[in-house]
């Protein structure tokens, strides 16, 4: 059993008059916050309001960039290569850095979007050039990916290299046999019961696993769990997430104090 987790969700994705995700409500129960990067949501506006309201919070602020994608909201992989994905991380966490900078708080931690996050946990060599790169240009900042069966052997890796990795896993998401999400297209790929969420959450960090929709049990280590704020029963998941982890002895904590 694992005494520590981090709870995170992804916020910041409104864009001008349109309104996405309940920021003001689920920042009061997590401990660390997505914030898109005006490429595939939100803009400079949302940004710094979003900087401050995790500072209002006392939540951590990490960046959240995707594909130059507005439109497909980062959802959709685009044909480019390394160097240009690289280049377009680092211009939206150096976007976010600003805002952060100048409010007085420094970033925690990168999380991909979207189609890059999907792309990027099964092509190691590009997870490691864009977390080198990250680290180079931003210095200790904690890099979040996918956790699956695969993922602990490349924390270690990460580590040997001087780049923190926090492995993540989703309670209002369902898992494919081979430890994906199931593409949101599907039936049955977000979770739409608060309470299931709940307890999905603290088993996943009990237990260490996660169950696959047909039953598969796949044995994890897991940081961070996302709840998403699109998602009105992943809202309401939240504070019982940190409810029934506390009766579990279970301490909810953001990611850099204990990766």
């Not at 280049?87 to 979007?113: E, T």
């Not at 092509?123 to 979040?144: P, Q, T």
Request: net charge negative.
């Amino acid at each position: 059993m694992r005494g520590v987790f981090d709870l995170n969700c992804d916020v910041g994705e409104s864009f001008g008059a349109w309104v996405m995700g309940n920021d003001a409500e689920i920042m009061h129960h997590v401990t660390s916050a997505n914030i898109a990067c005006g490429v595939h949501a939100s803009d400079p506006g949302v940004m710094r309001r979003t900087v401050g309201l995790c500072r209002e919070c006392g939540v951590m602020p990490g960046a959240h960039p995707g594909y130059p994608d507005l439109q497909g909201f980062g959802r959709r992989r685009m044909d480019m290569d390394g160097g240009e994905i690289v280049d377009w991380v680092v211009y939206q966490v150096g976007s976010l850095n600003g805002f952060a900078s100048r409010a007085g708080i420094s970033l925690q931690h990168v999380k991909l979007h979207g189609a890059l996050y999907n792309r990027v946990s099964g092509e190691e060599d590009l997870f490691l050039d864009i977390a080198g790169a990250v680290r180079e240009a931003f210095g200790d900042i904690v890099f979040v990916t996918l956790a699956s069966p695969a993922s602990v052997e490349l924390k270690r890796r990460c580590r040997s290299l001087g780049i923190r990795v926090a492995l993540e896993a989703f309670p209002d998401r369902a898992y494919t046999d081979d430890g994906m999400l199931v593409p949101r297209v599907r039936d049955g790929a977000v979770i739409k019961d608060a309470e299931d969420i709940a307890l999905r959450s603290v088993a996943m960090v009990r237990d260490g696993c996660v169950q696959s929709v047909s039953g598969r049990r796949m044995e994890l280590e897991i940081d961070t769990l996302c709840v998403h704020g699109d998602n009105g029963e992943s809202v309401a998941a939240a504070p019982l997430i940190r409810e029934y982890a506390a009766r579990e002895g279970i301490a909810v904590r953001p990611l850099g104090s204990f990766v």
